[in-house]
């Protein structure tokens, strides 16, 4: 979470931007168990499409918004 704030936007996240972060992580671990029957490569596939979407999330804030 640290490092993808920091290479994206240049700062640390807030502690509410880091829990928010944290509970989507831990929610989207939950489920993705439940459909892939504890698979560990599917697991591993899960964190990835996790981080995807955080990356995204981040790119899609309006930190990046320019007016000119």
């Known amino acids: 979470i640290e490092q993808a704030f ?5 700062r640390a ?3 509410e931007e880091r829990d928010f972060v ?14 892939h029957s504890g698979s560990e490569n599917s697991n591993n596939e899960s964190k990835s ?5 955080l990356c995204l999330s981040l790119f899609n804030c309006n930190e990046f918004i320019f007016v000119d």
């Open 6 to 10: 920091l290479r994206s936007l240049g």
């Open 13 to 15: 996240p807030e502690a």
């Open 49 to 53: 499409e996790q981080l995807a979407h």
């Open 22 to 35: 944290q509970t989507f992580f831990d929610s989207g671990s939950e489920h993705s168990g439940s459909e």
